[in-house]
């Protein structure tokens, strides 16, 4: 398994972008995924988390209401629509994906997750 963010950028402060995480391998119909984001000197955060269906979705609260997780399994690719961005959401995006996550609970901690794509910077200015 192999995955590909693409979609990073800068952006003033209100703007949006749409993140990208594009899926090499099979089965990523069973394979939940999640965005996590590192800005410089802090440790890698949960941002969102959607499950193999599109069923379930989580959101850290500070992204709720401004982000949305979504997936296209015939495509076979992830998406992560950031609107009304803050200097805040400065970071370098990841995205993740795991087989062995239940769609009841769509876990928020790195470790959890098995295959990570490479990261896309995002810089919001204000």
């Known amino acids: 398994v192999q995955l590909q963010a693409s979609g990073g950028g800068l952006v003033q402060a209100g703007g949006s972008l749409r993140l990208s995480c594009a899926f090499s391998?099979?089965?990523?119909?069973?394979?939940?995924v999640g965005w996590f984001r590192q800005a410089p000197g802090k440790e890698r955060e949960f941002v969102a988390a959607?499950?193999?269906?599109?069923?379930?979705?989580a959101y850290a609260d500070s992204v709720k209401g401004r982000f949305t997780i979504s997936r296209d399994n015939a495509k076979k690719t992830g998406y992560l629509q950031m609107n009304n961005l803050k200097p805040e959401d400065t970071a370098v995006y990841y995205c993740?994906?795991?087989?062995?996550?239940?769609?009841?609970?769509?876990?928020?901690?790195?470790?959890?997750?098995?295959?990570w794509g490479q990261g896309t910077q995002v810089t919001v200015s204000s």
């Open positions: 993740a994906a795991d087989f062995k996550i239940s769609s009841a609970y769509l876990s928020v901690v790195p470790s959890d997750y098995e295959s």
């Open positions: 391998g099979h089965s990523f119909g069973r394979y939940a």
């Open positions: 959607i499950d193999r269906n599109a069923a379930n979705s």
